[in-house]
C-alpha cells in the first residue's frame, strides 16, 4: 500500500503582493502534487489540512482544484482530507471540502469534529484516526478521547502544532498522540519538511507546497511517499519542481548588492524568482536608492525577477522602496552624502565647500570616509572651522 503524504496547499492564496502570478504558482504546485501521485500508482492522497487560503474559495480557484482532482479520480486514486483552520468559514457555514465531496472528488474524514474511518483502497482496508483543527482547548481534549481504528493498518491524520517545533501556539506533544497504536502519523499546519521516528512510528510534516513568505521561501518543498505494505514503514521524500525559488540577499554595500544583481540577470529559472534584500542602515538605503531602484526595475522590467521587497531600519514595502507615512525620501544629492558620513554639521559644511562641483558620488564617500577614521584630519578642520 502506498500513500502520498501532503498538506497546507493554501489554494487560492497569492503572496506576496497579490500578484496573479503567484496565485497561479499554487495551482501549478498542487497539479504537480496530482501528477506525481499518478506516476508513483499511489492508492491515496492524504493532504493533512489547510487545502484552501480561503473558506470562501473564488470560483477561479474552485476551477483549479476541480481540473486537478478530476486526474485522481480518472485513474481511482483516492484523495483523502481534513480540515484546517483556513478550510473553516468563521461563521455557521459549509466548508469548501464539503463541496469538493459532494461532486465526489474527495472524502472528508474530519472537517468539524475527530472521526474514525475505516477506507477501502485498492490494496486493502486502512483505518484512518482524523483530527481536524480546533482551538487549543479542544485539540487536547480531541488526541485525549479519540479512537483508533480496528485495522491491521493504522494511520493517524491531524493539523496541528507539535510543543517540540518549539512554536508558541503548540499545545500538543508527540507523546499526547499515542504514536505508538499507529503504523504513521501524518500531520499538517507546520510549513516545514519535518520527520521524526518514535519507536517505529514516523510522524512527519510534509510541509507547505509553496511559500507564504520569505521564511518558507528559502528552503525546498516536498511531498511525502509511505510505503506502509510491510510491517517497517518506510518514508520517500519527493523534491517539488513547481514551487517558485526566492532569495535572501543582506548586502554591506552597494557595490555587493550590484553584483549580486548582475549575477542573478545571467542566472536562467523556469520562473522568475521573488527576489527579499535586507539593507542594515537607512543612511545606505538613502545614499544609494536611485542605483538600487533602476537596478531592481530593470530586472523586473526583463522578466528576470517576478517582484522584490527592500527593508531597511524603518523601511519595508513590496515591489518599490518607500518610507512609511508619507514620509519624503530625499534623493542622494551632495549635501546629503557628506551630511550622513560626517555628523557634525558645521564641518559637514566646510567640506561641502571643499568638494562642491565633484560629481562622483562614489569617490566623495570615499573621501570623506578617509577623513572620518583619520582623528589628526578631524582635529585641524575643527581648527580650521574654529570649533575649538
Not at 519507536?199 to 506502509?228: Q, R
Not at 558620513?341 to 559644511?349: A, C, F, Q, T
Request: charged share 25%; with cysteine.
Amino acid at each position: 500500500m502506498l500513500i502520498l503524504h501532503t498538506s497546507d496547499t493554501h489554494l487560492g492564496a497569492s503572496k506576496p503582493s497579490k500578484l496573479r502570478d503567484r496565485e497561479l504558482d499554487f495551482y501549478e504546485v498542487f497539479d504537480e502534487v496530482v501528477e506525481i501521485a499518478i506516476k508513483e500508482g499511489v492508492d491515496a492522497v492524504i493532504h493533512c489540512g489547510d487545502l484552501f487560503e480561503d473558506a470562501r474559495p473564488s470560483p477561479q480557484t474552485y476551477y483549479y482544484v476541480f481540473k486537478s482532482l478530476k486526474k485522481l479520480r480518472e485513474v481511482g486514486i483516492e484523495f483523502l482530507v481534513i480540515a484546517g483552520q483556513h478550510d473553516m468559514p468563521k461563521v455557521s457555514a459549509l466548508s469548501p471540502i464539503k463541496v469538493l465531496e459532494e461532486v465526489g472528488l474527495v472524502k472528508a474524514l474530519a472537517i468539524s469534529q475527530p472521526l474514525t474511518h475505516v477506507v477501502k483502497l485498492r490494496s486493502g482496508e486502512l483505518g484512518i484516526t482524523a483530527i481536524p483543527y480546533a482551538d487549543p482547548i479542544s485539540i487536547q481534549e480531541y488526541v485525549r478521547v479519540v479512537k483508533k481504528p480496528n485495522t491491521s493498518k493504522k494511520l493517524l491524520m491531524a493539523h496541528l502544532l507539535l510543543k517540540e517545533l518549539n512554536i508558541p501556539e503548540a499545545h500538543v506533544t508527540i507523546n499526547d498522540l499515542r504514536v505508538s497504536e499507529y503504523d504513521y502519523v501524518a500531520l499538517g499546519d507546520y510549513h516545514m519538511k519535518y520527520e521524526v521516528n518514535v519507536g517505529g512510528t514516523p510522524v512527519v510534516y510534509s510541509g507547505a507546497t509553496e511559500s507564504l513568505n520569505v521564511l518558507e521561501g528559502v528552503n525546498d518543498k516536498y511531498v511525502a511517499l509511505v510505503d506502509l505494505s510491510s510491517d517497517e514503514v518506510v518514508v520517500n521524500w519527493v523534491k517539488l519542481s513547481k514551487p517558485r525559488k526566492w532569495f535572501v540577499v543582506k548586502p554591506r554595500n552597494y557595490e555587493e548588492l550590484r553584483k549580486f544583481l548582475e549575477g542573478l540577470e545571467s542566472s536562467k529559472f523556469s520562473k522568475p524568482p521573488i527576489l527579499h534584500i535586507e539593507i542594515n542602515s537607512k543612511e545606505l538605503l538613502d545614499l544609494n536608492r536611485k542605483l538600487i531602484i533602476n537596478l531592481l526595475s530593470s530586472l523586473r522590467d526583463k522578466g528576470k525577477i517576478l517582484t522584490y521587497r527592500v527593508e531597511a531600519p524603518g523601511v519595508s514595502e513590496e515591489g518599490d522602496v518607500r518610507y512609511p507615512h508619507g514620509e519624503q525620501i530625499q534623493t542622494p544629492t551632495l549635501e546629503l552624502v557628506v551630511h550622513n558620513l560626517i555628523k557634525d554639521p558645521v564641518i559637514s559644511d566646510y567640506v561641502v565647500r571643499i568638494v562642491k562641483g565633484c560629481d562622483d558620488v562614489e569617490f566623495i564617500k570615499l573621501l570623506i570616509n578617509s577623513i572620518v577614521n583619520d582623528s589628526e584630519v578631524i582635529s585641524k578642520l575643527e581648527k580650521l572651522v574654529s570649533i575649538k
